[in-house]
């Protein structure tokens, strides 16, 4: 800070410091026995003393707690010895009248410290060790006493006051002793009604924060995010437990709206609320931190900005907290207010906030690392769907972090621009993109974006590997997969010898970038430093003090079980939360992929390893894609009675995800439904609502954007309105092409086959139908393959019953990856084409070969039953009423001719029938 | 408006009522009115008009347009009846403690009133408490410093006070001094509807203490809240609303509104000041410096406002004149956060930015709100290359007031400074929105644009257009305009500009390598659309200056001479430079 310097002290004596000196001087009384006066074993010993541990690390919150709120805590952990636990405390605090006692009290304070130089120490003596946790935490007591004015005593004394008193008037049997001066006595007992009533209204709002954020866990919006924060902190991990809201966060909130709303009504705020030492007072932003943004918008908004706010009013120099801020807006979608509070956070602080203390004089030379405020900037651009913006920043952000030599950063911001290249759609970088970024356009080659980034994405990786930034290289590894899966490896340069390669995608490239991403796993322990853990170890010990088995057990005296019970429920979990991340991620990166080539089992496998090992420390968002993709599944392979089903339970847990995946996958289900049952008006209106998701930005949201023309052009197709349908199949083509999605080119051009198909112009299918043949085979999507083989079949057999033949031999070929991996539609469609070439073929005769004909149906008929897809349903049972016939089984005949009507009416008559999903949209 | 007479007997009860409860500030300003209304010559010894020689030549100097100023007609005065003393003679008790009170002894003033009902005890009383408890906030904020900065120390008598007065308004029994107070306090516990409320029936009900309309004035931070308010119409509505627009950056409204007061109030160097402080923001520094000197030679200890005198002197890079107040100022009062300002303003025009960052330092520890010491330290810090400080520094005064646009444009700097103009065109684009008729911040948002690194130049243009439909005062605007054309292939429009520039540039009598510049363009241009003669004359007046246009200059001529003669069709291209 520029204006004002710092005091070099930055630890104030405060009350329950105070507390927690009474308390060290009962552990470590200096005496010569081992278990001293009033423990009984040393199990219960040591209790206390991880309990001070505790007090001195946790970072829960931002206030110390209140003297009732330790008197409570002491009751969990000292059993029967609280009570004379408490009463000495409140006894010991209660007889700190004046200065002077303040004054004997510190210097008995350094009486317990055993001595540094002493070199003899007897065994079973307790002694402080100076230099362990808790002797510091003494001696920075006694030292930060020392250095008080007598001003600061005084306000010691008077702030001992209330501390006491606000314990003591709760608690009746202690009658306040030492209530001085006040003549407004009275009108304290009032206000402390007034806040009991704030508070049980607080507490109901906590109480539904916390329901809604069990309802919903869930991630960043990019996998390096909360590396880029740790970077800010200088590399602090801090695992994050979901629920890490302590159970008095309910009172906190009310103390604020208390000093805002009428501001001072509450008793002297300097008075009742002490923050905590500014290492908790980090642990407990950056814990904050990391929740917000794996929880997203399912943190409650206020609740989390009240606190801020009353921590910004308590530590104005703590420029963090504006930055927690910016987090809290972004996952919010407020972008104004993100956007300030970003601005805010860096014009402060500079980029060099850092964890514990900055020298305070190196606040006015250094220069700052404002390029980390770009590459954030750049992010939340991208975020909010700006890639323009974003891009921008990104590069000025490439630009400075050279200037300054910045290589870290300089990493992270080409591992955004990859991010950011890869996400959206952008048609041409030229220009943008500085030049000092790849060697080729120095050298006055223009590569198209997909080269450039390939070439990013090179670039950033071997960066990361340089500089030892384990997570960046993963994340660059797994990138490095996403860009492999979709794309096929072509020589950068367009002259010289040309090596022969085949124009495929390498799923074994694919492979190997993930299987060395996960490696991250037994590497990421260089990077973490050990410093945080203990403070989370901390939080979550005391916060199991407040579970009901924790006091059970621990009120036996027994030793070996009350370690039992820490071990079992406080045990962290030795690898931090962002390596946990990134391996998770590689499992869903990993399911996608084997969507794409075709292996559902292989892809439902990994959701689902994902979705039970990661769930817990997994972004909301990245849960959910996991949930949605074995929902996709089900869909396909069971139907969509089990689908819904599984969707409820989806919904109920994704609640408050904003942008969530899981409504798109509704509209999907919702929409595949309308049609198979030829309800083509619900069909429609969903279309437009999945249009309507989409951002209007060119570039942005693609997927989602082909996804809604596409199933537009499948309504139109429904509704036999051909030429619409191919126009927008076209469009979506050209767009595809524009963008280089090439996946969706495969599905845009059998959809335009089939459309020929329908449409009777089976001949303009045929190019179609091939080229979609050979955009499957560049790209290994086996299965899709698979499905425009089928086509193609239907294609040549509605040439004429000549090209049967062909057809079926297709149809064979195709058999294997079809009835292995292809869904419930799929499997039927196959099954009746493969009747249907059986029948147009002139040589067959049913009534030698009836069950080859009736197998394929029967099973087709099953499955579409399954599906409720009626038009197919009714031309199985159809094409099975003509064989019966032909058969001479007049009865089967009946039955299947029966069921066609029935799937005819159904057809036609959608209206009638009850559909509760209807009320869904 | 009402006649000066009755202006005067007003201020003069007032004064004395004012300074009866130890409104002294309140009651300053009303002397200071008082001795501004003119005076009737033949009727004052010269040692009465003594204060008054200076400031009606100022008035005679800038009185232009003393058509416009006849107070609309129709608008009814309220005459607010002189408020009757419920004690007529002050108790003994209340004397003693007037004089605690005067003695700063504030505690002990309001435990002698006690057991006092009169309201004007009640009212010392507890205005004697609410300034013992923010003597006591004073203390406590150096005491309660804690690791992460100051912590907000309070004034622990609000809570009572606000009890009693309420108390006391729900009664019926509180005069508008006591209102005044209990709007003070709502203000301070952010209760500022209700303070309002409670300060415009103050000020409805005694017009006269200018305290309250000051902390009414505070608390409008919108035209609308303004026009929401329910206030009698009284002459002192006219300083509360000229002072309300000068707040809300209308200067304009506000400058008719002094001009106004004026012809009543025609010596009041408070006007005066005023005036000079609107003027500045409109830039108008010539007639802000003679203000000053007249203010300063009628009163030449004066000390407040003078730091936008510093402004002006060092704007305006008057060494020694700045040296002067510099040094006037410290011998008066050293310890005044706008003395210094002033010599941190002196330090800065020496180039010793160091030192003059010492002075503005101390300038904030004597008063850490204040606004232009902020911003300029963040100017020092960004002469010394200290951006990292500088932001700093710019952040705090936007913070304090978000709509300081000279702090948002010194931010942009910093940050352009740094390489980094993306990010900078944030904060330009805040300061714009809130001073778009400032030429320099849009042409500051325009070159940004214009870096090499985002070469964004429709962005640009569009900028330099702001700038130019603001009286760009260094004619940068309309060069760039052209050039930018130029450089877009838009000839016709640069032409366009290229000629307004020339325009400009005669009429304001500026030569320079601009003007070369743009002749040669409209020479070259005008012969390539054929149009010789233009070009002709042209090139023609480069023939006047020195250097290679000159040379070109003749080249063209010379070949528009063959095209005419010889074949037209020939093709001059090779000529042009």
Known sequence: MAGVLKPPGAFAVTPHKVSVCILLQIYAPAAHISVPFPFSSVAQHNRLGLFLLALTKACDDIFEPKLEELISQLREIGGLLHHWLTDHLTNKLSTLSSPDDLFNFFSDMRGILGGTDSGVVEDDQVILDPSSNLGMFLRRCVLAFNLLSFEGVCHLLTNLGIYC????????????????????????LSQYENMDLENFVFEKVTEEIEARERASKRVPFHL???????????????????????????????????????????????GGMFLRTNWQIQGFLHEQANAIERHGGSYSFNA??????????????????????????????????????????????????????????????????????????????????????????????????????????????????????????????????????????????????????????????????????????????????????????????????????????????????????????????????????????????????????????????????????????????????????????????????????????????????????????????????????????????????????????????FLTVSKSRILLLKLQLLHERALHRGHLKLAQQVCDELGVLASSVTGVDMELKTEASLRRARTLLAANQFSEAAAVSHSLFCMCYKFNLQVENATTLLLLAEIHKKSGNAVLGLPYALASLSFCQSFNLDLLKASATLTLAELWLSLGSSHAKRALALIHGAFPMILGHGGLELRARAHIVEAKCYLSDPNFSVSENSDVVLDPLTQASDELQVLEYHELAAEAFYLMAIVFDKLGRLDDREEAAASFKRHILALENFQDEEDPLVNML | MSSKETCRNELRTAIRQLSDRCLYAASKWAAEQLVGIEQDPAKFTPANTRFQRGSSSIRRRFHTHESTLTPASGVLHVSTPVMEEDEIVDGDIYLLAKTYFDCREYRRAAHVLQDQIGKKSVFLRCYALYLAGEKRKEEEMIELEGPLGKSDAVNHELIPLERELSTLRKNGTIDPFGLYLYGLVLKEKGGESLARTVLVESVNNYPWNWNAWSELQSLCTSIDILNSLNLNNHWMKDFFLASVYQELRMQNEALVKYENLLSNFSFSNYIQAQIAKAKYSLREFEQVESIFEELLRNDPYRVEDMDMYSNVLYAKECFSALSYLAHRVFMTDKYRPESCCIIGNYYS?????????????????????????????????????????????????????????????????????????????????????????????????????????????????????????????????????????????????????????????????????????????????????KRFEDAEVYCTRLLDYTGPEKETAKNLLRGMRIAQTSSPSLDFEHFTP
């Open chain 1, 165 to 188: 008193k606000e314990a003591l008037s709760n608690c009746p049997p202690y009658e306040a002793q030492h209530l001085d001066d006040s003549s407004n006595d009275l009108e304290v």
């Open chain 1, 224 to 270: 390096h995010v909360p590396k880029a924060l740790c970077g800010l902190v200088e590399d602090i991990e801090v695992l994050v437990d979901p629920k890490s809201k302590h159970g008095d966060k309910g009172r906190e909130v009310c103390q604020y709206t208390h000093s805002t709303s009428d501001a001072l009504r509450d008793i002297d705020p300097n």
């Open chain 1, 304 to 653: 989390f900005e009240l606190i801020m706010k009353q921590l910004q009013k308590y530590a104005p120099e703590l420029h963090r907290v504006h930055y927690l801020r910016y987090l809290n807006s972004l996952y919010h979608d407020d972008y104004f207010a993100a956007l300030e509070n970003l601005h805010c956070y860096f014009d402060y602080s500079a980029g060099i906030e850092g964890f514990d203390y900055v020298p305070p004089s190196s606040g006015c030379n250094s220069l700052g690392r404002y390029e980390i405020a770009l590459l954030c900037l750049g992010m939340m651009h991208f975020h909010y769907g700006y890639p323009k913006q974003a891009l921008e920043v990104l590069t000025e952000a490439v630009h400075v972090s050279q200037q300054q030599s910045n290589d870290t950063c300089l990493a992270y911001t080409l591992a955004a621009i990859c991010n950011l290249l890869s996400e959206t759609g952008i048609s041409s970088t030229t220009g943008i993109l500085g030049s000092s970024l790849s060697p080729f356009t120095s050298i006055g080659i223009s590569l198209s974006v997909q080269q450039q980034l390939f070439v990013l994405l090179r670039g950033s990786l071997k960066r990361a590997e340089n500089l030892k930034l384990k997570r960046l290289v993963a994340s660059s590894h797994l990138a490095m997969a996403r860009f492999d899966l979709t794309h096929v490896q072509r020589p950068l340069l367009s002259f010289g010898p040309k090596a022969s390669m085949k124009l495929r995608t390498s799923p074994i490239n694919v492979c190997k970038e993930l299987r060395l991403s996960s490696q991250l796993i037994s590497e990421f322990c260089t990077e973490t430093s050990a410093m945080t853990n203990e403070g989370d170890f901390s939080t979550a010990w005391l916060k199991n003090l407040h579970k009901p088995m924790g006091s059970q057990v621990l009120s036996e005296e027994s030793g070996s079980g009350s370690f039992n019970v820490f071990q079992c429920c406080a045990q962290p979990s030795s690898i931090p939360g962002s390596v946990l991340q990134l391996v998770g991620s590689s499992y869903l990166v990993r399911a996608t992929a084997w969507e794409i080539y075709g292996s559902s089992s292989l892809a439902k496998t990994n959701a689902l390893v994902y979705a039970t090992c990661f769930s817990d420390v997994s972004s909301t968002s990245d849960a959910a894609l996991a949930y949605v993709k074995l929902i996709q599944h089900l869909a396909v392979f069971k139907g969509y009675k089990e689908a819904f089903a599984a969707l409820k339970i989806a919904e109920e847990k």
């Open chain 2, 349 to 529: 025009l020496k180039g010793q930015h160091e030192k003059s960052v010492v002075y503005f330092r101390r300038a904030l520890k004597l008063n850490k709100n204040y606004l232009s010491a902020w911003t300029l330290m963040g100017h020092e810090f960004v002469e010394m290359k200290n951006t990292a400080a500088a932001i700093d520094a710019y952040r705090h005064a936007v913070d304090i007031n978000p709509c300081d646009y000279r702090a948002w444009y010194g931010l942009g700097q910093a940050y352009e400074m740094m390489g980094m103009p993306f990010y900078a065109l944030h904060y330009f684009r805040k300061s714009v929105f809130l001073q778009p008729n400032d030429s320099r911040l849009w042409i500051a948002m325009a070159q940004c644009y214009e870096t090499e690194q985002l070469r964004m130049l429709e962005e640009a243009i569009k900028c330099y257009k702001g700038a130019a439909n603001c009286n760009d005062r260094e004619a940068i605007a309309m060069h760039q305009l052209a050039k930018l054309h130029c450089e877009l292939g838009r000839l016709e429009e640069a032409a366009f500009y290229y000629k307004k520039d020339l325009e400009r540039m005669e009429t304001e009598e500026r030569e320079g390598p601009n003007m070369v510049e743009a002749l040669l363009f409209l020479a070259t241009y005008y012969r390539r659309q």
